[in-house]
């Protein structure tokens, strides 16, 4: 294996890297660090996520910076403000015995101006978000025409995220003679395109199979009825006492609601969505990497660009529907070399999707039993007896009180002092676990439906489909907005050009049919319908609009919100 210092980096770097911690290179690093200190060849890494990338680009683009000249000679471009923020902090680590850089992290939801006074000052090296870097330009606070080096950090994540024709404004900035360097976990067509238009012959180096999940993430599922679901997660945390984890769900309403009950049930545990302001996201993230805080429940898009150390396990309450997304959710865990759980939450309609995961990721699943209550109660005292074997004992402060503890407790045997210590944490499973329920269920017994209709009341069409922005997210929350029902009602869902159609419980049928009269969105009228096919008119093309939804005078107004 090889040595930081035999890839070409200056002596004070590499101490600089040994002084962080790093011993050994990772193998993005290298076999990226060589080629990328050449200095003279656009390059594509495809790796995922936790595997070192940030040192992979960072390192060589330390080593290319002229420390001595006042102009922007890099740029590195990432996805959320959480990732950008991380990658500065770790350029300026990896620098710190090394040269004096003026390295600015600039991004939405903090003081512009603050921004604008570092960049004057004259940084070498600008770490962005895209909208807000755009915003700089226009200003006229940040010029792009001396940078020799680009980083898409996490690119795939930027496209997923939408930010294409932000992407190919920036590029447009920059000089035809710069380099660019390209790192995604997954390499998808769109990512394709911004090669093609914004490279020339590009290096491209693949650590580990293509489509592949990282090795060191063990991949179970455990089968429940929907309806049981909220119940076998805290069977699931409470059998792992130790857990640093991230709950994912489909919506930010579900996502609220799901961090709401388990803290009103006395877990450590907050939310983290669009819906936040910056400032309580912040406080949120700040929470969670001192792990002060040791469950974040939270969305896809929120959760992007979360780069925490140590995270135990990534519990899918909702199993994604897109394949990239079920790879970054459980890429945020087993970083480092380390190992993590992914645990998908589904019902028997779902093991389908499990299986497509399995294929694409050239991956094993293994179905994973909830805890009974008795195994929990027993994953749980063993817990507390390795608190009380583990904990620093101050004997000289605790001296004074001992003898007062002595006679309290002087008529108790060692078994006894042993059984009464346990029962004060013990008693509070024993008695919420009691004669509690087994929440597993088989998998589908032969001649099953595989939509499980049985239990549906049938297939709904909506006028609402692609055409308009819909994403499957967006429908479940334009439905719970709409009618109350949630998406646990929810069955399949089919998005089409112009229309879409959606199972959903027998009991919600009236909920959503009238739920659903008089509502607008983007300006004309919503049509659902209870039906087995879509009516003959549905493939009639509808303009996109803006995205809102309200009644029609009268009516109850809606939230006015993009769902997602």
Not at 332 to 346: E, F, Q
Not at 492 to 510: H, M, P, Q, R, W
Request: hydrophobic letters at 35%; aromatic letters at 8%.
């Amino acid at each position: 294996m090889k040595s930081f210092e035999s890839l070409g980096l200056s002596g004070a770097l590499v101490q600089s890297v040994l002084q962080i911690g790093f011993e050994t290179p990772t193998p993005i690093q290298e076999q990226a660090i060589p080629v990328l200190l050449s200095g003279n060849r656009d390059f594509v890494g495809l790796a995922q996520t936790g595997t070192g990338k940030t040192a992979a680009f960072g390192l060589p683009l330390l080593e290319l910076t002229d420390a001595s000249i006042r102009e922007t000679q890099a740029l590195v471009l990432a996805p959320t403000r959480e990732l950008g923020l991380q990658i500065a902090n770790d350029l300026e680590n990896f620098s710190e015995k090394f040269k004096a850089f003026n390295i600015v992290a600039v991004y939405g939801g903090a003081s512009i101006s603050e921004q604008i006074r570092k960049v004057k000052k004259g940084a070498q090296i600008i770490v962005a978000t895209p909208g807000r870097l755009i915003d700089l330009v226009d200003r006229k606070a940040i010029n792009l025409s001396t940078v020799r080096y680009v980083v898409l950090d996490e690119a795939d994540e930027m496209l997923n995220m939408g930010f294409k024709d932000e992407l190919d404004k920036i590029l447009s900035f920059t000089p035809e003679t710069k380099q660019t360097w390209l790192f995604s976990a997954t390499m998808p067509r769109e990512v394709r395109e911004i090669m093609k238009n914004y490279m020339t012959d590009p290096f491209e180096l693949q650590v580990g199979e293509k489509n592949t999940s990282n090795a060191n993430i063990t991949h179970n599922y455990v089968l429940v009825h929907e309806k049981d679901k909220y119940l076998a997660l805290k069977r699931i945390l409470d059998d792992n006492p130790q857990i640093f984890g991230l709950i994912f769900c489909r919506t930010r309403i579900d996502t609220q609601r799901i961090a709401e009950m388990l803290m009103k049930d006395g877990y450590n545990a907050d939310a983290l969505h669009g819906d936040l302001t910056q400032q309580q996201r912040d406080r949120v993230m700040m929470k969670f990497r001192d792990r002060s805080l040791q469950i974040l429940v939270a969305t896809d898009v929120a959760a992007r660009g979360i780069d925490v150390d140590d995270i135990t396990h990534v519990i899918h309450l909702n199993i994604p529907d897109e394949m990239e997304f079920y790879t970054h959710r459980s890429g945020r865990t087993a970083r480092a070399g380390k190992r993590g759980i992914s645990i998908a939450m589904i019902s028997r309609r779902e093991l389908g999707k499990v299986k497509q995961i399995e294929k694409a990721l050239k991956t094993t699943f293994t179905k994973m039993p909830i805890p009974t209550g008795e195994q929990v109660c027993q994953r749980q005292l063993l817990a507390l007896m390795h608190k009380v074997r583990e904990v620093k004992v101050n004997e000289d402060e605790i001296a004074t009180f001992l003898p007062a503890v002595y006679e309290e407790l002087q008529d108790l045997s060692k078994n006894d002092l042993i059984k009464r210590f346990a029962s004060i944490e013990f008693n509070r499973f024993l008695d919420y676990y009691r004669n509690a329920p087994d929440l597993n269920i088989e998998d589908r017994k032969p001649g099953e439906h595989e939509n499980e209709r049985y239990r549906l009341g049938g297939r709904f069409f909506i006028n609402l489909g692609k055409m308009d922005g819909m994403e499957k997210g967006d429908l479940l929350e334009l439905i719970d907005d709409v009618t109350g029902v949630d998406g646990k009602a929810i069955g399949k869902i089919e998005l089409k050009g112009a229309y879409s159609f959606f199972e959903a419980e027998k009991e919600k049928v009236d909920d959503i049919l009238n739920g659903f009269k008089d509502i607008e969105y983007n300006g004309r009228q919503v049509r659902v319908e209870l039906t087995g096919k879509a009516p003959n008119n549905s493939s009639r093309d509808y303009k996109r609009g803006k995205s809102s939804f309200m009644r029609k005078p009268g009516g109850k107004k809606g939230s006015g919100k993009k769902p997602g």
